[in-house]
């Protein structure tokens, strides 16, 4: 750095982090909504680190006391001013250069995974406290996200080394030549983050964090190694010291951080991030690997395999009920074709609206479960609605068909990259599937034919099981 650290640290302690675009959009729907809550909120704020440190950043100014956690730096700001934060923070998608957007896309998802691993690993400690685990975790790549902001030329250097084969840590004591805990501490002090974020950086273990401190220390080497893949011999060792922290057997530690690694690539925001084809390739351990019956890493059965299974039961289960059928459904498109979300939406007695029944999606439930999606206000979904259709919006037509949507429903739908098919049992309108893959990925021509395939057999199901138990209207709401 050609100026000292000092300097550098007084000129960047007000300056604030790029925030993604949906949360802002997410929060403008929340300001409108009168019993918000933090839980809500939290759905975005852990797939956005930028807005948690900004979160972070504001909390830490009081002297009077000191921030532990994000939830609570929303309760020291107040809700009112959370909500209208965004609208004072840059956009992440108005940095200048695609690749420092590709650098820091990449750190909010090393971020966001090493916070689901430690809120995972927590369970295994039986520690009820996590928010601050969970924040220190999310605050793990604050170096890189400083750097790609406001020193982009050093970051471009440092991920030029890391594609030579550097480790991250070791290009970034290369390039700006101070190690990263010491960078971190010097921003951590700055802006008077939560103590476990310190304890990170500075490697302090006291005897009663010692445990916590070391598991964000092994989720943040986790998610960095996992980028050059999973059979490395890091990996075991963090496996192993794992064992000894959690005392749980290293079996049923890879198992859970196989899971977690997979549901961190479905949340992940793109497609591009190693994790993402990583998490695919994933084999999970049987349940029964518990104390002394401990066996051996079996293959998981393929995509194509869910989906195959999933479909026979739809077709020749006649034991399923509807509460089966959806599970097998969901079952197909989710873990079968990769789709991150997927939700299933009944027509009223009055079929004058769309209400959510099912749904699977990145955010649990992206406040998508409140909407009463009204067909007069939405004419896509009435003009859908009038016939068994499928509609795919791409690209190239998202211009002519999203304006058919209201603003409301626009904001949390996959922008130009979506399948929705209405779905008619016994020749009568009873709801509609949606489906997309997260981010701006594009759906797959395949992925839209099976989504089309499984949709037709399950309301084939509802069918028969409708004339078998003389309820035609199973499914209406």
């Not at 929303?74 to 009112?80: N, S, T």
């Not at 793990?140 to 480790?167: D, N, W």
């Not at 979506?418 to 008619?424: A, D, E, Q, T, W």
């Not at 309108?429 to 992925?447: H, K, S, T």
């Amino acid at each position: 750095m050609t100026e000292t650290l000092d300097a550098w640290m007084i000129r960047q302690r007000n300056n604030p982090l790029p925030i993604l675009r949906q949360s802002r959009e997410y929060f403008h729907i929340q300001k409108n909504i009168p019993s918000i809550s933090i839980s809500r909120l939290w759905q975005v704020l852990a797939m956005d680190p930028g807005l948690c440190l900004n979160i972070l950043r504001l909390a830490g100014k009081s002297k009077k006391t000191r921030v532990i956690s994000v939830q609570h730096g929303i309760r020291m700001l107040g809700l009112p001013r959370v909500l209208g934060l965004p609208d004072d923070l840059p956009l992440l998608e108005d940095t200048a250069g695609e690749d420092i957007r590709h650098m820091i896309l990449a750190a909010h998802a090393r971020a966001h995974h090493a916070a689901l691993q430690c809120r995972n690993w927590s369970e295994l400690i039986d520690d009820c406290t996590v928010e601050d685990l969970v924040t220190a975790a999310i605050s793990t790549e604050l170096v890189i996200f400083m750097l790609c902001c406001y020193r982009p030329q050093q970051a471009r250097h440092i991920f030029q080394l890391t594609a030579r084969g550097s480790k991250l840590a070791a290009a970034i004591e290369q390039v700006t030549g101070f190690s990263e805990p010491h960078l971190g501490e010097c921003i951590a002090s700055a802006w008077r983050l939560p103590e476990p974020v310190l304890m990170h950086y500075q490697n302090l273990h006291r005897q009663d964090d010692a445990r916590k401190v070391h598991l964000i220390s092994n989720a943040h080497c986790l998610v960095r190694e996992l980028e050059t893949g999973w059979g490395t011999e890091t990996i075991e060792q963090l496996i192993g010291n794992l064992a000894v922290l959690t005392h749980k057997p290293a079996d049923i530690l890879t198992c859970r951080i196989h899971k977690t690694a997979a549901m961190a690539a479905r949340q992940s925001h793109r497609c591009y991030h190693p994790v993402v084809p990583a998490a695919v390739r994933l084999n999970y351990l049987p349940k029964s690997c518990v104390g002394n019956n401990v066996v051996s890493m079996s293959s998981a059965r393929t995509a194509k395999e869910i989906y195959k299974n999933a479909l026979m039961r739809i077709r020749n289960d006649a034991g399923l009920d509807y509460s089966g059928i959806m599970t097998q459904t969901f079952r197909a498109t989710c873990r079968g074709l990769g789709l991150s979300r997927v939700f299933f939406a009944v027509l009223g007695k009055d079929k004058k609206a769309l209400l959510i029944r099912h749904i699977v999606t990145v955010e649990n439930d992206s406040g998508l479960k409140r909407y009463r999606l009204l067909l007069a206000e939405n004419p896509l979904l009435q003009r859908i609605m009038n016939k068994p259709q499928l509609l795919h919006i791409h690209n190239d037509n998202a211009e002519k068909y999203l304006p058919l949507l209201s603003l409301r429903l626009r904001t949390v739908l996959a922008d130009g990259n979506f399948v929705m098919i209405s779905m008619f049992v016994r020749d009568k309108p009873v709801g509609l599937f949606y489906a997309d893959c997260c981010g701006n990925r594009p759906l797959e021509v395949a992925q839209v034919e099976y989504f089309k395939l499984i949709v037709r057999e399950t309301a084939h199901a509802l069918a028969e099981l409708s004339n078998d138990t003389e309820e035609k209207y199973i499914i209406n709401a």
